[in-house]
C-alpha cells in the first residue's frame, strides 16, 4: 500500500506538467491558465453550496437521532474535494470536481460501507435497541477505565 502510494505521489506531478504541456499546445497559454483559474473558481462556487448541503444534512441526521455516517464521509470527501480543486492541475481538478458530484460520493461511500461495519454504541439513538452480539460477543475484551493506561 505504501509503495502504491509513493508511486502515486511520484506520477501525480509528471502526469499534471504532461497535461499542462499538451493542453498549452493545444490552446496556447492564456486559455490554458484560464481554464485553470475558472476551474478553481467553479470548484470554490460549487464546494460552498455543497459544504453547506451537507452541512445542513449532517444536522438534520444528528436531530433525528441517525447515525450520520454518509453525511461524515460526504465532508471528508469534499474536503478532499477542496484540496485537490487547491492543487494546480488538469487531472487534480477533474478529479476534485467529480467528488463534489453526490452521484460520486454515493458510488464511494456504497463502495466502501461493503467493505466496514458501524456498530453504534448509543449517543445517536432515540429508542433503545436489542443488544447487539458483535459488541459484547465472545471476542471482544471490554477494558475499564483504570486498565488502560495511554503509551
Known amino acids: 500500500m505504501a ?3 509513493l508511486l502515486g505521489l511520484v506520477l501525480l506531478p509528471i502526469v499534471e506538467i504532461a497535461l499542462f504541456i499538451k493542453v ?3 490552446i496556447g497559454l492564456l486559455p490554458t491558465l484560464a481554464l485553470i483559474i475558472s476551474a ?6 460549487l464546494l460552498r453550496w455543497q ?7 449532517l444536522r438534520g441526521n444528528v436531530a433525528a437521532g441517525k447515525l450520520p455516517g454518509q453525511t461524515i ?5 469534499i474536503g478532499v474535494a477542496a484540496v485537490l480543486l487547491v492543487l494546480p492541475g488538469f487531472l487534480s481538478d477533474v478529479v476534485g470536481l467529480s467528488l463534489l458530484m453526490p452521484p460520486v460520493r454515493r458510488w464511494i461511500y456504497k463502495t466502501l460501507a ?9 449517543g445517536f439513538q432515540s429508542q433503545p435497541r436489542p443488544q447487539d452480539s458483535r459488541v459484547n460477543g465472545p471476542g471482544v475484551i471490554d477494558l475499564d477505565d483504570e486498565d488502560y ?3
Open 51 to 57: 459544504g453547506l448541503s451537507v452541512l445542513m444534512q
Open 114 to 122: 461493503a467493505n466496514f461495519t458501524v456498530v453504534s454504541t448509543g
Open 3 to 5: 509503495r502504491f502510494f
Open 73 to 77: 464521509a460526504d465532508t471528508a470527501l
Open 149 to 151: 493506561r495511554p503509551r
Open 24 to 26: 498549452g499546445q493545444t
Open 40 to 45: 478553481a473558481v467553479l470548484g470554490g462556487a
